[in-house]
Nanobody
């Protein structure tokens, strides 16, 4: 059983930064593709950023490209999302997800087998 636990959410002013962390249990962490999704009230869950098992060519949604950075640290069994220049439109619950296939990085919810419970990010103007 693979478990994902997110942390690092909170309340921040527009223009500020947050760093989300996701710790992943399981011996096969190195082989997973990992992604961050978000879901705002009344909206569908959407892809934010993803990284393949070998950290090659991270993928980003157009809305966050140039502001967010995803990284994976195998020795920590963790994936991170550095969020800079935050905007009120970034307000959402952020979820970490794992795909045991490892590659490529998918942008659809259905491709990910394991999910965390989410962490709230609120950006005030």
């Amino acid at each position: 059983q693979v478990q994902l636990v997110e942390s690092g959410g909170g309340l921040v002013l527009a223009g500020g930064s947050l760093r989300l962390s996701c710790e992943v249990s399981g011996r096969q962490f190195r082989s997973y593709a990992l992604a961050w999704f978000r879901q705002a009230p009344g909206k569908e869950r959407e892809f934010v950023a993803g990284i393949s098992w070998n950290s090659d060519t991270p993928q980003y949604a157009d809305a966050v490209k140039g502001r967010f950075t995803i990284s994976k640290v195998n020795v920590l069994n963790s994936v991170f999302l550095q969020m800079d220049s935050l905007e009120p439109e970034d307000t959402a619950v952020y979820y970490c997800a794992a795909d045991t296939g490892g590659w490529p990085v998918f942008r659809t919810v259905a491709e990910y087998e394991y999910w965390g419970t989410g962490t709230q990010v609120t950006v005030s103007s």
